[in-house]
């Protein structure tokens, strides 16, 4: 049913904002006038358990209905959370303590204590041994492409965002401390003091090129200069050898086009 006065509506809004306003500047509570205001915040402790209250029954009716986020917007309570995790988080780096527990120090040169970040790390290698056995991706838990650990957006991202020499640096540190223990330096189980174990090593020859086969890679067409048997340029195809020797102006004679082709294309080029 509409509001049959909506200039009375307006004109109450207008009082509360006035009322509000006055108690907010004498230093009382905006909800009921009569306490002060409790420190940073614009209602009284009585006003706000009251709140808070009300708030955990509703929440609790909603969780118990099924509802997410107790049937509150699931925009707003997300903003809200980032925003208590900020404060939290820069309130426990002012005090110069862990952002995680809030308990410890934190490690030199790291916002967390060395507790934290362990248990950070096996939760971590969990989730990687879960998602890799799964075939997902790694990262974002999407199916992983061509049997590789992570998905195609994935693997763009992080060729954009890692650095290389850092990332080359871990794996260097890596493998020597797996290969000082006698460890297998792909997956870290006991190797018996050779660099991989049985499983990696021979997943490691069933990917090799002995394995599979020679690759076919593209020829390549090299112009030699017959006088001082000088290679003159390289091309990937005929017709760029032949524009290049005439612009050039060299006879046919004078030059010889050394083709490169790959060992199986040379010897299935008569079965095509």
Not at 81 to 107: E, F, H, I, M, Y
Request: charged share 35%.
């Amino acid at each position: 049913m509409a509001d049959a006065n909506p200039s009375a509506r307006a004109k109450g809004r207008e009082r509360r904002r006035l009322r509000t306003e006055e108690r907010l500047a004498l230093g009382l509570c905006s909800q009921c006038g009569r306490n002060p205001a409790a420190p940073d915040r614009r209602r009284c402790e009585p006003c706000l358990e009251k709140r808070r209250k009300a708030d955990r029954e509703k929440y609790a009716a909603g969780k118990a209905a099924g509802l997410k986020y107790g049937g509150r917007c699931p925009n707003k309570k997300r903003r809200s959370a980032r925003a208590a995790s900020k404060r939290r988080k820069d309130s426990r780096r002012a005090a110069n303590l862990c952002t995680r527990c809030g308990q410890r120090p934190p490690v030199e040169g790291s916002a967390t204590c060395e507790p934290c970040r362990v248990s950070r790390r096996e939760a971590n290698r969990e989730i990687y041994a879960v998602r890799r056995s799964a075939g997902l991706c790694v990262r974002c838990g999407a199916p992983a492409t061509d049997g590789g650990s992570r998905c195609a957006p994935c693997s763009v991202l992080e060729a954009d965002y890692v650095d290389s020499h850092r990332k080359n640096k871990t794996s260097r540190q890596r493998y020597w401390s797996r290969r000082s223990a006698d460890r297998c330096t792909d997956c870290g189980e006991p190797s018996q003091g050779a660099a991989r174990c049985d499983f990696c090593a021979r997943r490691s020859y069933e990917r090799s090129d002995h394995f599979r086969g020679w690759p076919v890679y593209p020829p390549s067409f090299t112009v030699v200069l017959l006088e001082s048997d000088e290679p003159l340029a390289t091309f990937d195809d005929e017709m760029e050898v032949a524009a290049y020797l005439a612009f050039e102006k060299l006879d046919r004679d004078k030059v010889e086009v050394i083709v490169d082709r790959s060992p199986i294309q040379s010897m299935t080029a008569a079965w095509e």
